[in-house]
């Protein structure tokens, strides 16, 4: 990594941690003991897609911990309140028994999407996976990973229908496990059984995006065998990538996600976009706050959506599973979203642009979310929102105005501290 990449990149680590350690500190005084995970209100804005997705609560992400990942803070509970030993195993097993014991009412009545809603032989789909990655096995142990999946198989088998299961893992996770061992084999195995996708936390193909202001810890090297060895034991892989850094334009966050887009279908690797928000103690939180940066515009949204599904149809890949995270949801639902604080979209576009990507995200109609794009391209806030675009500036600058941000976050949490 270039020097100046690695100057930036520890001052981002400082920065998360001093944020995450302020948090604990104010923490009320809550139970950490959970029974049952996010997302049993089947809400479809906490899901990635348009079926359920249940993440564990009282687990931690390690990453956190660490600095890492400069726009996420998943990991919000008591570190010291922690559930430990036979505890936390139990507390994980109850909360995936909670939704195995009612899964006609969580997972079979929540197809909400019209695929599965036409179709009788459509998979029953959800993601089901503890809040950081999937094969941490501090944070899930391979024996209850083996128990959760056993149990799903059985249900698959006694419903007699086809499961669809999505989990969520860093790729140095998925590297560490042992592929010759039983155990692993019979994962993989069960895995394979309930039609599972390993969605890789990713974010940007670029280097200094991804490891930089993301702040990922994720080198090329340790992906590239991550998703090959997915692929060659017979499961399918997908990425998130993430649209709208603290330092970045709209313009800068197109040309970048669209390009990761490319990278994951030449790979024939999913899609899973998320957009940024603001989440609570981090730096987009800091600068935002300040009046600093300013979100994506949604018209930005727009296009990415525009392009993630021309370009499918472009390279006749209709058969891919692209995915679009809701862009105000949670877990944890944000304190803003790029459709609550736009600058340059009007608000009534913005609800359009919000409600074509519900819309979207529910019927899977591309055609339909092409023509209201194309209607909203011809509106005068459309030809302003191209003019702002010309103004922004270009990748060269993105390392100096990454300075300029970092020194003003910076400045920001030092005068925070002195008067505490
Ligand atoms: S983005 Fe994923 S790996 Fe990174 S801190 Fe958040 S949950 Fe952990």
């Avoid at 959760?148 to 969520?168: D, Q, R, V």
Wanted: charged share 25%; proline share 4%; net charge negative.
């Amino acid at each position: 990594m270039e020097k100046v990449w690695e100057i930036q990149q520890k001052r981002i680590t400082n920065i998360s941690l001093s944020l995450r350690k302020k948090y604990y500190s104010e923490l009320p005084d809550d139970s950490c003991y959970f029974d049952s995970p996010h997302g049993i209100d089947g809400n479809m804005s906490e899901s990635i897609g348009a079926w359920p997705e249940f993440i564990f609560r009282g687990t931690f992400c390690r990453r956190t911990f660490k600095g890492y990942c400069s726009p996420c803070f998943y990991s919000q509970f008591p570190l010291e309140r922690k559930e430990t030993g036979d505890n936390y195993i139990k507390m994980v097993r109850n909360q995936f028994d909670y939704v195995i014991d009612n899964f006609e009412k969580l997972v079979v009545k929540r197809q909400f999407g019209s695929i599965q809603q036409k179709e009788l032989d459509a998979p029953i789909t959800f993601v089901m996976t503890p809040t950081g990655s999937y094969f941490d096995d501090a944070e899930f142990p391979q024996e209850l990973r083996i128990e959760m999946l056993y149990k799903l198989a059985t249900l698959s088998k006694n419903y007699k229908m086809g499961f669809h299961l999505l989990i969520e893992c860093h790729c140095k996770d998925w590297n560490k496990l042992d592929f010759n061992s039983e155990n692993t084999k019979y994962e993989i195995d069960l895995l394979k059984k309930l039609n599972t996708r390993v969605l890789f936390g990713f974010e940007s193909a670029n280097e200094y995006i991804r490891n930089v202001l993301y702040n990922k810890n994720l080198e090329m090297q340790e992906f590239t065998s991550a998703y090959k060895e997915v692929m060659d034991n017979g499961l399918e892989a997908g990425i998130f990538i993430f649209a709208g850094l603290f330092s970045m334009n709209d313009a800068l966050t197109y040309k970048d996600v669209c390009n990761s887009i490319c990278f994951a279908l030449d790979r024939n690797i999913a899609p899973v976009i998320m957009f940024q928000n603001v989440q609570q103690y981090t730096i987009t939180d800091v600068l935002f706050q300040a009046k600093q940066i300013n979100l994506i515009e949604p018209f930005t949204v727009m296009e990415i959506v525009l392009f993630l599904i021309t370009e499918i149809e472009k390279r006749g890949m209709e058969y891919m599973e692209w995915l679009i995270a809701d862009p105000k949801g949670g877990p944890p639902v944000p304190e803003f979203n790029i459709f609550d604080c736009a600058k340059i979209t009007s608000q009534e576009n913005a609800e359009k642009i919000y409600d074509m990507i519900c819309e979207l995200r529910l019927t899977r109609n591309r055609h339909v979310f092409i023509l209201k794009a194309q209607s909203l391209k011809d509106t005068s806030n459309y030809r302003e929102y191209q003019q702002m675009l010309q103004k922004c500036f270009k990748y060269d600058c993105l390392p100096e105005n990454t300075d300029r941000l970092l020194l003003s976050a910076e400045n920001i949490i030092n005068e925070r501290g002195k008067k505490i």
